[in-house]
């Protein structure tokens, strides 16, 4: 039997309600960003680097110039590189809707193009941004005419406060585990949380990393407790898990990184920002050595960027999943559902 199409009248006439509470979503959410002096920016998706991370996954394609020489390109995975540049130019409070690329990701709560909704303040704290993307799920669900977040058979009450925790001290909440007992400022001993995770019934393999260990014990013990009931911050990552973020001033083993859950999905990811460029060189250079170990490809650094962070002023900056909000605030079981036109 073939599948009905997403253009098909029927069941587009099924999906525009969705994308309809979608376009109130955005409207409100300008609204939120427009009250707050934020202002709207238009970032570039082609780059010539999409991101230095080890797992994210980009698509390149070639700029052929006018003397026919090709040069690859990279549709970008975040518009961070590009809206850092602006808060170097002099920009102060920015925020931008983009559409981006990530390869190697499709399923119920992925795409290969989505749009993230990313937004930076110069000259403060990063816990301010906790703040503003609690506001905009609330915005969301009222759009929505809702007030609880779904996904599947699991609730979220966005308008209770939230609950926030340390990844330390979820890990030791969900899977008995001493994270920082293990992980250091620059390197991690990997034995150690092999033998924790053992013990905590996660699966380890010989080739594991600290940082393939430490993901497998957050998505098997401790993501799946995130979201219910009300909204989780996630705060304070391991330093060697956040590579764009500067080192939290009281114990330099965990750095200024959270994640916002509900209904065990993660929606947000959040950060007080790294601005030392040779410190973010050495990071880079980690995550293309760890990229090219697994995966036998590296990605090239964007110097203007690291040009760039030398005039950037201390800034704190979040990127949230726009269309998985949409998804959770309308109940819609994939993320197809919430797009105008889902990818192909």
């Known amino acids: 039997m073939t599948p009905t199409r997403w253009w098909s009248p029927g069941r587009h006439a099924d999906r525009r309600p969705i994308l309809l509470a979608r376009n109130r979503a955005q409207a409100a959410i300008r609204a939120y960003l427009s009250d707050q002096d934020f202002t709207e920016?238009?970032?570039?998706?082609?780059?010539?680097?999409?991101?230095?991370e080890a797992h994210l996954h980009a698509f390149s394609t070639q700029a052929i110039g006018n003397d026919g020489v090709p040069h690859r390109m990279y549709l970008h995975t975040s518009p961070e590189f590009a809206m850092k540049k602006l808060l170097a130019a002099g920009e102060t409070r920015i925020a931008a809707f983009a559409h981006v690329w990530r390869n190697r990701e499709r399923?119920?709560?992925?795409?290969?193009e989505f749009t993230m909704l990313e937004w930076y303040r110069a000259n403060e704290e990063y816990t301010v941004l906790m703040d503003d993307v609690a506001a905009m799920i609330q915005l969301a669900c009222q759009a929505a005419g809702t007030n609880v977040l779904r996904f599947g058979e699991v609730a979220c009450d966005p308008f209770k406060p939230f609950e926030r925790l340390s990844v330390a001290e979820a890990f030791a909440r969900h899977a008995r585990i001493d994270l920082l007992a293990t992980a250091g400022k620059a390197t991690a001993d990997r034995d150690a949380l092999a033998t924790q995770a053992s013990a905590a019934?996660?699966?380890?393999?010989?080739?594991?990393s600290w940082s393939d260990i430490f993901s497998r014990i957050l998505a098997e013990r401790v993501e799946p407790h995130l979201g219910y009931g009300r909204l989780t911050i996630l705060d304070r990552y391991p330093a060697v898990e956040a590579a764009l973020a500067r080192a939290c001033t009281d114990d330099p083993r965990e750095a200024e990184r959270f994640e916002v859950y509900g209904c065990g999905v993660e929606l947000a990811n959040g950060f007080g920002e790294l601005t030392d460029p040779v410190e973010q060189r050495r990071r880079f250079e980690a995550e293309m050595d760890e990229k090219a170990r697994i995966y036998g490809e590296r990605y090239p650094i964007d110097e203007d960027f690291l040009a760039a962070l030398e005039l950037m002023p201390?800034?704190?900056g979040i990127a949230l999943g726009f269309d998985r909000l949409i998804m959770l605030a309308t109940a819609a079981p994939h993320i197809d559902d919430v797009r105008w036109t889902p990818a192909p």
């Not at 399923?107 to 290969?112: A, C, F, K, L």
């Not at 019934?201 to 594991?208: E, M, P, S, Y």
């Open 41 to 52: 920016v238009d970032p570039a998706a082609l780059a010539m680097s999409p991101g230095n």
């Open 314 to 316: 201390p800034a704190s």
């Open 201 to 208: 019934g996660v699966r380890t393999a010989a080739d594991d």
């Open 107 to 112: 399923g119920s709560r992925h795409s290969p």
